[in-house]
């Protein structure tokens, strides 16, 4: 944890100190403190680079944690929310409010970014309850099933997002479809307040059940033996994982695979208890999009690569190799 907190640091240092023009620790430090005579510097610091950071850092933990919380309870090492469709449900949800609601992305009110998440659990709700209906056999729910209709419910989800865009004017197409793709470039603090009660309110109670979650890693009959009521719990658990997801879609759009990374890599680094695992996975999933977010900001310049596009690039070989060592394990 130290070292990912000295790297996480790091990556926030360079995010805030580089970009179109550097700015030392010392302009920052008085901007924080209001005592920067610069209003340049104010506003590129205070309005653009720490609430973009802040946004980074929340969405990329709320997504660590959901990844974790969704293989544990689904028994799937290949479960993601973006993989499953939660974040295409959300997504589709959002853009639909946004169209007929608000009608524009740019410009949101904060009342409408408070309710941004609100719909998107309903979109993640419908989404799962899906995937859940698709993927129930013989009275349990079957893995290989579970991942399958979660692609393609993502497809079908994905489909209706595009086709509301299309109906935008062009303005507001092109802001959603950068959305669509997991973009954070848009972030302040409206965002941040709509999306940081969810983390404060979910993550401990997900933290509070991480002895379910570990005993969620035996067969469900050993944990029915156990005294664990197992539907009640799971319910519970993933109402939490979709509240998280529908958060961080709400403000950073779809970005997939960091809830498949951040548990695998902690998962490695502590073992499987979930109470060493979560503060992990919710390091890594902040460093992964703080650092994502920096490369595709500052490598291809003037140019900016939206983050989900930068995560993608490693999280598809990720997801490959994890699906071949599968393989190479039921053969």
């Known amino acids: 944890m130290l070292v990912l907190l000295m790297l996480l640091v790091l990556a926030i240092y360079l995010s805030l100190t580089s970009g179109s023009f550097n700015i030392s620790v010392m302009d920052i430090m008085k901007s924080l403190l209001h005592l920067n005579s610069d209003d340049d ?43 499953l469709g939660i974040n295409a449900g959300a997504g589709a949800a959002i853009v639909i409010f946004l169209f007929f609601f608000q009608g524009q992305v740019k410009g949101i009110g904060t009342g409408t970014a408070m309710m941004m998440p609100l719909f ?10 899906l995937i859940y209906l698709f993927s129930w056999q013989n009275g349990r729910l079957e893995s290989q099933r579970f991942l399958l ?18 109906k935008m004017n062009a303005n507001d197409f092109e802001m959603a479809t950068v959305w669509s793709a997991g973009s954070i470039y848009n972030a302040n603090w409206k965002y941040i307040i709509s999306v940081l009660p969810w983390i404060v309110i979910l993550v401990p109670v997900i933290y509070y059940k991480s002895s379910i979650l570990d005993v969620f890693t035996l067969d469900d009959t050993t ?11 799971k319910a519970l658990l993933l109402l939490c994982c979709i509240g998280l997801v529908s958060a961080c879609v709400s403000v950073a759009g779809g970005i997939g695979f960091i809830g498949l990374i951040a548990p695998h890599i902690a998962r490695r680094l502590t073992g499987h208890k979930h109470k060493r695992m979560i503060p992990v996975c919710a390091l890594i ?30 999280g598809v070989p990720y997801f490959i190799l994890l699906l071949y060592r599968k ?5």
């Open 120 to 129: 998107g659990m309903v979109g993640g709700l419908l989404a799962a309850l």
């Open 41 to 83: 510097q104010n506003l590129v610091v205070l309005q653009f680079r720490l609430p973009r950071i802040i946004i980074a850092l929340l969405v990329g933990s709320g997504l660590g944690i959901a990844g974790a919380v969704l293989q544990s309870t689904t028994g799937n090492g290949l479960a993601d929310p973006g993989v």
């Open 223 to 233: 944990t029915r033996n156990l005294g664990v009521a197992v539907e009640k719990e």
């Open 285 to 314: 999933g902040a460093l992964l999009v703080v650092t994502a977010d920096y490369i595709g900001k500052t490598v291809f310049a003037p140019a900016e690569l939206a983050v989900g596009i930068v995560i993608a690039i490693i």
């Open 327 to 331: 393989k190479g394990r039921t053969a």
């Open 149 to 166: 209709t979660g692609i393609a419910i993502a497809s079908g989800m994905g489909a209706i997002s595009l086709y509301i865009s299309l």
